[in-house]
């Protein structure tokens, strides 16, 4: 039988993942890749309707 050992503070995967997709190192590199950045040629609309939404994201609470 194989010895296996977890963690006591080890959450379910969910959690996990909620928690390293919402880290600060996360958030920068995906704002380094192009898929995650708004285009150049973005109408004024668009690109207003981004900013809203970057600046929601920014006031939710991190708790789930």
């Known amino acids: 039988m194989m ?4 963690h006591p503070n080890t959450g379910n995967l969910p ?3 909620r ?5 600060h190192a ?3 590199y995906a704002q380094s890749l192009e898929a995650f950045s708004a285009p150049v040629d973005t109408d004024d609309r668009f690109a207003l309707l981004l900013a809203k ?5 920014c ?3 991190t708790g789930r």
């Open 3 to 6: 010895n296996t050992r977890t």
């Open 15 to 17: 959690d996990e993942i």
């Open 19 to 23: 928690r390293q997709f919402g880290s």
């Open 26 to 28: 996360m958030t920068r």
């Open 53 to 57: 939404l970057e600046s929601a994201e």
């Open 59 to 61: 006031r939710r609470p």
